[in-house]
């Protein structure tokens, strides 16, 4: 018999075993959410000052890499070594913040935090409204 092609499920089972892609910590204070706007499914969630994809839910498709203005999302083997927890963060707190759909406008602390370093601190773990 021949073997199943790699990405073939049956029913019941993972959807899934490929990697998702990571929000890291430039989003942090900045939320400028050009990221939603792209995304083809509903993976991404709101906190109170940053956003996270939910790893079940991301296709892979990358879209939107490119457009996130401060450089926060990386596919998760390509996540810098710094920001290595963002991978387990993301997958919390996307099961625990409301989904975003649409953009809005960005955190007033947008362009005050967009090209600060180390702001790790500043995380928030509340929800934020979605859309
Ligand atoms: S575009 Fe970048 S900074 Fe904006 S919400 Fe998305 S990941 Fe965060
Ligand atoms: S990689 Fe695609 S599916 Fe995943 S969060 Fe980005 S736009 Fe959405």
Redesign the pocket.
Known sequence: MEALPERVFRRGEERKPTM??IVCEPCIKCKFTD?VD????A??HEGANMLA?DPDE???????VDECPVTA?YPEDEVPEKWQKYIALNAQYAKEWPVIEEGKDPLPTADEYKDVEEKDGEFDPAPGEGN
């Open positions: 998702a892609f990221c792209v995304c083809p499914v993976c991404f994809i991301c296709i892979d498709c990358g879209v939107c999302i």
